[in-house]
Every structure is written in structure tokens, then in C-alpha cells.
């Protein structure tokens, strides 16, 4: 082998190594910026998992906000729409009340309630009122009950009042105040589980 043959392949031999070194370097180079990729994709798709999660929570959380806030509004309109119905279911109820009053019926309940009153007295003195709107009826109560009666200057709607004063009692068979308690004591039940 001549010099120059051995120059040409000891440079091919150099050639070859240096490509080979370089293709090495050129592929550790590939690989770690794969890796170094890999990474910064992984990242940006755990940061918009992330983002998407804030999101639906936030978008949760108006969302209930709005349902609150719709739910306590129709209770108010439901709360004022059952007090006026109940306004005018105890309207209704008195124009019952005033329509009974005019009935035989009424005035066998006031005998009964004067009765009443005059049995948990048992002789002591009393002064039984009934209302100013049962005045007519008067006379014929006391006919009935063979009792003093004395017309109240207070309209209780109708019924009888007597107070004994020995005991300081007031014995209440009127309806104003029956109305009222039931007033008090009326709810409306059922349906929706509102209110």
C-alpha cells in the first residue's frame, strides 16, 4: 500500500468515525429534545385539564348561585300568593260566619254557649255581653236562658263573652277570637313541599 492509499484510508477511517460520532451527537440531540417535547406536551395538557376543571367548577358554581336565587324567589311569590289566598279564604270564611249568624241555627249556639258560661260560674255572679251586632236577639236569648244579658260596647264578631269578677275569669265563646287563632294556625300543606 502506497502512502497515498494509506492518507486516503486513513482519512475514509476519520471520515467514518467523525460521521459516526456525529450521527450519534445528532441522535442524543433528537432524543432529548423528543423528551424535552414529550414534557412540554404533557404539561400544557395537565395545565388545560387544569383550566377546564376552574372552569366547570366556576360554571357549576354560577349555576347553583342562579338555582338558589330562582328557588327563593318563587318561595317569596309563593309565600304572597298564600297569604293573600288566605286572606280571602278567611274573608270568605267571615261572610260565612256573618250568613250563619242570621240562622235559627245561631241562636240555639248562643243559648248554648250562655248555658255553658252559667254552668262554669255555678251561681256566682257574671255578666254575660254578647255583641252589638246580636242586639236584636236580646231579648229572645234571655226569654230562652232566663239570664241577664248585656250588649257589649266591643264587636267580637258574634258568640258571647261573660266575665266573673269574683274570680277575675273571662269566659270567651266568641268568634273573633276563633277566627284569629285559626288565622294564626293556618298553613297550607302539600304540593310542592314549599313553605
Known amino acids: ?4 492509499e494509506r492518507t486516503e484510508h486513513l482519512k475514509d477511517s476519520a471520515m467514518l ?5 456525529a450521527n450519534e451527537i445528532v441522535e442524543q440531540h433528537r432524543k432529548a429534545l423528543e423528551n424535552i417535547n414529550e414534557q412540554h406536551r404533557a404539561e400544557a395538557v395537565r395545565q388545560s385539564d387544569t383550566r377546564i376543571k376552574a372552569e366547570i367548577t366556576g360554571a357549576k358554581q354560577e349555576l347553583n348561585m342562579a338555582a338558589s336565587k330562582a328557588q327563593l324567589e318563587l318561595k317569596r311569590e309563593l ?3 298564600q297569604k293573600k289566598l288566605k286572606k280571602a279564604l278567611f274573608r270568605e270564611a267571615e261572610e ?4 250563619y249568624m242570621k240562622t235559627e ?3 240555639k249556639t248562643l243559648i248554648a254557649y250562655i248555658e255553658k258560661a252559667a254552668s262554669f260560674a255555678n251561681g256566682e255572679a257574671m255578666t254575660i255581653y254578647i ?3 246580636d242586639e236584636d236577639k236580646k231579648q229572645y236569648l234571655e226569654e230562652h236562658t232566663g239570664l241577664s244579658l248585656t ?3 266591643e264587636d267580637f264578631i258574634g258568640g258571647v263573652r261573660a266575665v266573673i269578677h269574683e274570680r277575675n275569669i273571662l269566659i270567651d265563646y266568641a268568634f273573633k277570637g276563633g277566627l284569629e287563632r285559626e288565622y294564626q294556625k293556618f298553613a297550607f300543606k302539600g304540593g310542592t313541599g314549599i313553605g
Request: avoid cysteine; hydrophobic fraction near 20%.
Open 1 to 4: 500500500m502506497t502512502l497515498q
Open 17 to 21: 468515525e467523525a460521521r459516526k460520532q
Open 79 to 81: 309565600g304572597k300568593t
Open 96 to 99: 260565612g260566619l256573618q250568613e
Open 105 to 107: 241555627e245561631y241562636k
Open 131 to 133: 255583641n252589638p251586632t
Open 151 to 153: 250588649v257589649s260596647k
